[in-house]
Each structure stands twice: as structure tokens, then as C-alpha cells.
Nanobody, 119 residues
Framework: QVQLVESGGGLVQVGGSLRLSCAAS????????MGWFRQTPGKEREFVAR????????LYADSVKARFTISRDNAKNTMYLQMNSLRPEDTAVYYC????????????WGQGTQVTVSS
């Protein structure tokens, strides 16, 4: 069983920064992809970024490119999302997820952490 636990959300002003963490346990993540998603009430869950655990290769949604940085610490089995230049439209519940490869669906999800950007 995989456990993913997010932390680091909170309230921040426009232009500010936050760093989210996703602590993972329960599997060896060497061949896996992990990602960040976000969701606001009444909207579909939105892809934010993903990282391939072994290579560190990253992919970002256009809306966060150049502002957000996804990274991982292999030794700590932890993924991060550094969010800079935050905007009100970044307000959402942020979820981390994992899947056993580049393709396919994400099969494990964290409980989410709220990020609120105030103007």
C-alpha cells in the first residue's frame, strides 16, 4: 500500500511563495512518475507538474511554467513543489499522486493541502 502525505499549504499574498511537500512510503519509486494536481470547487482536477523519479525529468502545465518548480529527494522519498509569484488563480487544493511509469493513470493520491492566495 502506498501512502502519500502532502504538507506546506497555507495562506499567502499575491506574489508570495510556498513550498509543498509530498512524503511517500510503501513502494520503491525508482521507475515511477509522481505529479502535482490542483482542484477548486466546481472545476475539474487540473494537472500542475510531474517528475520522473529516476531521471528527474519534469513536465509543467503552461499556467505554472517558470513560476513553479517540481523536484524530489530520493533519500527522503519526498517530492516538492516550489511555488513562486503566486496569483489568486493558483488558489486550490493541491494533491500529489504517483503512477508506475510515464504512461497510464495515477493510481495513488494524497489527501490534499489547501493553498490560498489573497489579493
Amino acid at each position: 500500500q502506498v501512502q502519500l502525505v502532502e504538507s506546506g499549504g497555507g495562506l499567502v499574498q499575491v506574489g508570495g511563495s510556498l513550498r509543498l511537500s509530498c512524503a511517500a512510503s510503501g513502494r520503491t519509486f525508482g521507475s515511477y512518475a509522481m505529479g502535482w494536481f490542483r482542484q477548486t470547487p466546481g472545476k475539474e482536477r487540473e494537472f500542475v507538474a510531474r517528475i520522473l523519479w529516476r531521471s528527474g525529468s519534469t513536465l509543467y502545465a503552461d499556467s505554472v511554467k517558470a513560476r513553479f518548480t517540481i523536484s524530489r529527494d530520493n533519500a527522503k522519498n519526498t517530492m516538492y513543489l516550489q511555488m513562486n509569484s503566486l496569483r489568486p488563480e493558483d488558489t486550490a487544493v493541491y494533491y500529489c499522486a504517483s503512477k508506475p511509469g510515464v504512461a497510464g493513470e495515477y493510481d495513488y493520491w494524497g489527501q490534499g493541502t489547501q493553498v490560498t492566495v489573497s489579493s
